[in-house]
């Protein structure tokens, strides 16, 4: 029972920034696992990066250089810094935790970049 509310989204020009934040809440320790995946209509939903308890990052080679995954255990919250954006990043992006095994996903949040 972990519930996980995403921000941070919304309309950004190519090459510019914005930075997602996702605070979760319930039964929040022993989280250990925490990331952000994206979805295009139509696509499956992939992962973007994600950082363990222990806090060693893992990102999709497509954003590599780019984006920068933070967490706050404290604060049970995670970020998604994300410079130099491209249009193919348009997608809704999911926060999701993983807790004892289980996966637990926000609502979402929709980033869309124009060129």
């Known amino acids: 029972q972990v519930q996980l509310v995403e921000s941070g989204g919304g309309l950004v020009q190519a090459g510019g920034s914005l930075r997602l934040s996702c605070a979760a809440s319930?039964?929040?320790?022993?989280?250990?696992?925490m990331g952000w995946y994206r979805q295009v209509p139509g696509k499956q939903r992939e992962l973007v990066a994600r950082i363990g308890s222990g806090g060693s990052p893992d990102y999709a080679d497509s954003v590599k250089g780019r984006f920068t995954i933070s967490r706050d255990t404290a604060k049970n919250t995670v970020h998604l810094q994300m410079n130099t954006l491209k249009p193919e990043d348009t997608a809704v992006y999911y926060c999701?935790?993983?807790?004892?095994?289980?996966?637990?996903w926000g609502k979402g949040t929709l980033v869309t970049v124009s060129s």
């Open positions: 999701n935790v993983v807790r004892l095994g289980l996966n637990y």
């Open positions: 319930g039964t929040t320790w022993n989280i250990n696992t």
